[in-house]
DNA sequence: CTCCGTGCAAAAGGTTTGCACTGGT
DNA sequence: ACCAGTGCAAACCTTTTGCACGGAG
């Protein structure tokens, strides 16, 4: 990310902080300009690594917990949000997912008009694709109905 | 899936495995079975689970090889297959990836293009869809390199 | 007899939790 | 002085590995 968008970025989760009456730890906003200003997703465990001659005492925890907190706050994503266990499908033709935010249900779109996008190839020259696959995130008929009796559908990750 | 899909990937399985001269054991086959029927993407230890009283003496342990041979083969899938660690982004809006089969490297897609395709609602009456994310598979440039220089580039995973 | 798949147990990550300490307010 | 965030160590969960047993060719 360019260094203007990681401040517009850190100012932003600053504000968020100060809304919140959360304290701006040195943790919390090194953590989160490192991850931003790396393009390539890493791990907690990589974050660390970095971060780890820059803070002299930091722990793995912290960086766990506070990526926790940040996912929490919105600012920054989980990929693939599943607890930790690795799950299997058994389709393995090209298919399409509906991932409930809520309970990390996963449901199955066979829809061929989705198969059939007109994708534009990604400007990114070099990687070959071979399929894809969407992710579509929400809310499923399940957890619609539950937050709806609390009255709160705005449970917003 | 349908009995009768289940059956036929069964069947198809069973061929895959005589060309193979693999054997088909009892638990590859339950396994499998197991996976075809539920349609809930279900962990290895959820898979376990399920199988352990129909299957009296069967280990995770074989649970974790069949699958992984299974993926091996290209009869089932894994979800979100990078290793076992969490990937972090710092990007919350609207984005794709590209993910590198190979290297399992992840690259951020920004494509206005991408992001405005006109969705069909899948027929999935209520799931609220929020938002959306591509996920590409396919080779990375590296990789494309690397393997081009070995002449293999069906290094299936 | 040999080979390979399986089961058990132990090891190897990755992540979370309990508890004491510390720094800012 | 208080509260919340942090660090350390240990626990926990998921997955992999080493080794011995047993069944099929």
Redesign the interface.
């Known amino acids: 990310?360019k260094p203007d968008d990681v401040r517009t970025?850190l100012d932003e989760f600053e504000a968020l902080c100060r809304r919140r009456r959360l304290p701006l730890t040195v943790q919390r906003r090194d953590i989160?300009k490192a991850?931003?200003e790396r393009?390539?997703?890493?791990?907690?465990?990589q974050?660390y690594e970095s971060l780890a001659d820059r803070i002299p005492g930091l722990s793995r925890t912290t960086v766990y917990r506070v990526?926790g907190l940040?996912?929490e706050m919105?600012?920054?994503?989980?990929?693939?949000?599943?607890g930790?266990?690795?799950?299997?499908?058994?389709?393995?033709g090209r298919h399409?997912?509906?991932i409930?935010?809520h309970c990390d249900?996963?449901?199955?779109?066979c829809?061929a008009?989705?198969d059939e996008?007109p994708?534009?190839q990604?400007?990114?020259?070099?990687?070959?694709?071979?399929?894809?696959?969407?992710?579509?995130?929400?809310?499923?008929?399940e957890c619609?109905g539950k937050n709806a009796e609390k009255g709160t559908p705005t449970t917003d990750n």
């Open positions: 990310m970025r989160l991850l931003l393009n390539d997703h890493p791990t907690a465990d974050l990526l940040l996912v919105g600012v920054v994503r989980r990929l693939h949000h599943s930790t266990a690795v799950r299997f499908d058994g389709r393995v399409h997912h509906l409930c935010k249900k996963i449901i199955d779109v829809d008009a989705l996008l994708l534009p990604p400007g990114n020259e070099g990687f070959e694709i071979d399929d894809f696959s969407i992710h579509f995130t929400g809310t499923c008929a619609r």
